[in-house]
């Protein structure tokens, strides 16, 4: 079952192919994934954390190389970041403090996500080789190009189905079962959006999961 970890490895890697399928194979700065690529304001809902906490630490997670999604040069600061992703009570913001790390994805997993193979984090003991493949004959690559015309491309099609297929069934803020037959806006129950921002009924202020009051307008929110 797919956690906050996985979450955001798939939402990053969604967001790179729509962008430039190439840019996945292209290193960028770490700070990248959290103030523009995939910031906590706008994908909160789509990762499913509850707290700014809570997406820091799937960060840190990531940039620490956990299941070998990414890794993070130089070498020293992912050693920090994986200390720290090990600690009891670790500091899930301190990624921060190395906005110039060059972050690089594992393009292995990055192609089984895009294809829709679910089991695509990478073996533990491996990582994927980056060294090209030898030349091959003119009559072996046309077999391997008629193969690959029956398989479903990287991008395209199989993106847009990876999000039709996240559209919810339940409200995520009151847990009210949403219709199914017509497109919803707003949930029936609690009157919140089934994504984005979460407002507060009163006064339309920005609110997070779990609040009971407004601390715009004091207002009760209706949903815990």
């Avoid at 039709?164 to 949403?178: D, F, H, I, S």
Wanted: hydrophobic share 35%; net charge negative; charged share 25%.
């Amino acid at each position: 079952m797919a956690d906050d970890l996985d979450r955001l490895f798939e939402r990053l890697v969604s967001v790179l192919a729509d962008d430039a399928p190439g840019r996945l194979a292209i290193p960028f700065p770490a700070s990248e994934v959290y103030e523009r690529l995939v910031p906590y304001r706008s994908n909160r809902s789509i990762l499913k954390v509850a707290t700014h906490q809570d997406y820091e630490m799937a960060v840190l997670r990531l940039l620490a190389g956990e299941r070998g999604y990414a890794s993070v040069d130089p070498a020293d600061v992912q050693d920090v970041l994986q200390r720290e992703a090990a600690e009891s009570n670790p500091d899930p913001g301190v990624f921060r403090q190395f906005p110039d790390a060059m972050l690089n994805l594992n393009r292995l997993a990055a192609e089984r996500f895009l294809r829709g193979d679910r089991a695509y984090a990478p073996p533990a003991a491996s990582l994927p080789s980056l060294v090209p493949p030898p030349p091959e004959s003119a009559e072996a690559a046309d077999r391997e190009g008629d193969e690959d015309a029956e398989e479903a491309p990287l991008a395209g099609a199989t993106f847009e189905l990876a999000e039709q297929t996240e559209a919810p069934r339940q409200c995520p803020y009151c847990g009210a079962t949403l219709p199914g037959s017509r497109k919803v806006n707003f949930c029936p129950q609690c009157g919140q959006p089934p994504s984005g921002e979460l407002r507060c009924p009163a006064c339309g202020g920005e609110v997070d999961v779990g609040w009971r009051y407004c601390v715009s307008c004091g207002r009760a929110t209706g949903f815990e």
